[in-house]
């Protein structure tokens, strides 16, 4: 009897929800992407670093930018959070994108911490892997 309480006990704690602390990073890159799927560029902007509000000048030019660049971010099927590395001031947060077509893209978040949080200062689209050699 005791044993079949103790396997109830334990089929219960592996069921029950795990408090998780969210990474703030992944929070703004998530954010942004949300916000590119409503085509609510302004919002996506915000979530750009100063250096990059400098570059686009405003949340219009800065969609245009993300439609014609970046159309698996703009309108992604799969997004999944990879690794983060630190590199200077940069932590470099790795992230795989499915786009509608299936197809799948790695790309690498540059973000920049400031007084008002995360912020993205750039995307770069990486090589995808090799697989099989």
């Known amino acids: 009897m005791f044993a079949v309480i103790r396997r109830l006990a334990l089929s219960l704690f592996l069921l029950a929800p795990v408090s998780v602390q969210a990474d703030p990073i992944q929070n703004v890159i ?19 670093s100063p250096n990059i509000k400098r570059l686009f000048g405003s949340p219009e030019r800065f969609g245009q930018m993300v439609r014609n660049g970046y159309p698996m971010v703009h309108r992604p099927a799969d997004v999944q959070m990879l690794e983060q590395q630190e590199i200077g001031p940069h932590v470099i947060q790795r992230v795989m994108v499915r786009d509608a077509r ?17 912020l993205i200062n750039g995307v770069q689209i990486l090589r995808a892997p090799e697989v099989g050699a």
């Open 102 to 118: 299936g197809r799948v893209h790695f790309l690498a978040y540059a973000m920049v911490e400031s007084s008002e949080g995360w």
């Open 30 to 48: 998530s954010d942004q992407i949300s916000a590119f799927l409503e085509d609510d560029f302004e919002t996506a902007f915000s979530y750009a």
